[in-house]
């Protein structure tokens, strides 16, 4: 009954933060959106549901199983730190950087940046971009998504909490909400920010390669991958290519990494 309450409640509380969050991106908008938002967000909603039904029936049961013998085994990165409290934070740690290095990919590796595109096409940024992703690229990144987790060491309730962490850190930095210039900053050198990943969605190529974090930004610093030089209403969100206008729209997004030529966008 009690874990039921707190259960609930942890429920509560993060659709009160995603609820919160929604409103600050509309009070305090970051970029001036350029399109209706309404069709574009009912895309980005279509896709991120696609996406959700592939990692419940993937990922997810994968996952949990290796992590519960990471737990019984004491293996991976988290053993190596004896379990515990410092098995966990290194655990945590060393998947978030697992996610640092597979952006770098989606980007690097022409076959990736196929279904990755499909998530820089959107043309304005907002919490529900955060979502839009093909979701066959749920497949595709699931062979990584399980090296992360057997070499993490991660357990069943770590990658929980990493869950949560990852989910609610990808909906604050691709939404529209405009920080305090000086929180922002000093948020960026922790963690990743609407302000800081929106100069990873510019269409410039020299913009775009920057900004990797997915939750903990001390991994762009670390690799010198960190920008904050680009002010908001200086960039053109989305991808410069010429099929990117066709692929905005939800068939031909799902078609697009299937039919597209290989460099769609010219890697620098
Ligand atoms: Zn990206």
């Not at 909906?171 to 305090?180: A, D, G, K, T």
């Not at 302000?195 to 920057?210: A, L, V, W």
């Amino acid at each position: 009954m009690a874990s039921r309450l707190v259960k609930l409640a942890g429920m509560a509380l993060g659709a009160g933060a995603v609820g919160a969050l929604l409103y600050a991106e509309r009070a305090h908008p970051l970029r001036k959106q350029m399109r209706k938002a309404a069709p574009r967000i009912a895309r980005n909603v279509t896709m991120g549901a696609a996406c959700q039904a592939a990692i419940m029936a993937a990922e997810v049961p994968l996952t949990e199983r290796i992590a519960t013998r990471n737990a019984v085994r004491k293996r991976g990165l988290s053993g190596l730190f004896g379990g515990g409290v410092p098995g966990g934070v290194a655990a945590f740690l060393a998947m978030d950087y697992g996610f640092y290095l597979w952006h770098v990919a989606t980007h690097k590796v022409p076959f990736l940046w196929r279904f990755h595109r499909v998530h820089h096409v959107d043309p304005d940024m907002d919490a529900s971009t955060a979502i839009r992703f093909h979701f066959i690229d749920m497949f595709v990144s699931l062979p990584w998504r399980l090296v992360q987790v057997r070499a993490s060491g991660i357990g069943p309730r770590g990658l929980a909490a990493w869950r949560k962490f990852f989910l609610f850190s990808v909906l604050f930095h691709h939404s529209n909400w405009r920080l305090p210039w000086g929180l922002d900053e000093a948020l960026s050198k922790h963690i990743t920010t609407p302000r800081m990943h929106g100069i990873h969605h510019s269409q410039k190529p020299c913009e775009m390669d920057s900004n990797w974090s997915s939750g903990i930004a001390w991994w762009d610093h670390l690799h010198r991958t960190f920008r904050d030089d680009v002010p908001a209403d200086a960039i053109s969100i989305g991808v410069d290519d010429p099929l990117a206008e066709r692929d905005i729209h939800l068939l031909p997004a799902l078609k697009a990494p299937f039919v597209a030529p290989p460099a769609l966008r010219e890697l620098p």
